[in-house]
């Protein structure tokens, strides 16, 4: 199957600092992207879609001046959280899609804010 | 919006063969898809049911009802390294194509 990878695995913050996660499509170009949030034994909810070259789609109740994406190639696409707080700590999971309509998903970002 | 409804938890033990069932409201649906998610690991796709009707993957089957707006996992044989949480999802369009979540189903295979 097709790899995604994310980067960092996970990372340690201070509250109040910004972070930064990539998402990349291996060995396709991915028109669109996924960010989703997973709380312990929760399951994985949709943050955004992100086409390149436009503007990601928001979901109901994400602040898209916190969570700041940006998808500047086929084959990247970034997560920003800015001004981490200790509730932002979570797992991110970002997911690409190909032409095809095959979606992958990333192994995910553990983010910690302290 | 769109809903899905799945059990919570399920038990069984090797060997034996197990049902998941899902249950989804959505508009604009496109598919069924069924991924696994050990602990503190990503979801792994299983498979996709876009038309009615079994689709069949070794151990693991999924059916699809669209009518019924149902689906199901079936495992077979099961093992202990299929102990995980399975997620239901539902490939939609809605302002944009999207793939939404169930809530899981945490499956414990005992020996």
């Known amino acids: 199957g097709a790899v995604v990878s994310q980067h960092p695995s996970w990372v340690i913050c201070k509250s109040g600092t910004s972070v930064k996660i990539e998402c990349r499509s291996l060995?396709?170009?991915?028109?669109?992207m996924f960010w989703y949030r997973q709380f312990p034994k929760q399951s994985l909810m949709l943050m955004a879609t992100?086409?390149?070259?436009?503007?990601?789609?928001?979901e109901q109740g994400v602040e898209k001046d916190k969570f700041l994406i940006n998808h500047a190639s086929l084959t990247l696409s970034t997560l920003t959280v800015t001004s981490a707080h200790p509730e932002d700590s979570s797992f991110y999971i970002c997911?690409?899609?190909?032409?095809?309509?095959?979606?992958?998903f990333g192994p995910g970002t553990r983010l910690t804010v302290l | 919006g769109q809903s899905l409804e799945q059990p919570s938890e399920v038990t069984a033990v090797e060997g034996a063969i197990v049902q998941i069932n899902c249950t989804y409201q959505?508009?604009?649906?496109?598919?069924l898809s069924w991924y696994q998610q050990h602990d503190g690991g990503a979801p792994t796709f299983l498979s996709y049911?876009?038309?009615?009707g079994l689709e069949e993957t070794g151990r693991f089957s999924s059916f699809l009802s669209r009518s019924d707006s149902y689906g199901y996992l079936l495992l077979q044989e099961l093992q202990m390294k299929d102990s995980a949480s399975y997620f239901c999802?539902?490939?939609?369009?809605?302002?944009?194509?999207?793939?939404?979540f169930g809530a899981g189903t945490r499956l414990f295979v005992k020996a």
């Open positions: 959505t508009s604009g649906f496109y598919g």
């Open positions: 999802a539902v490939r939609a369009r809605t302002g944009g194509f999207k793939t939404i």
């Open positions: 049911n876009a038309l009615d």
């Open positions: 997911s690409a899609r190909r032409p095809s309509d095959e979606q992958f």
């Open positions: 060995d396709f170009q991915a028109t669109t």
């Open positions: 992100s086409n390149e070259g436009s503007k990601a789609t928001y």
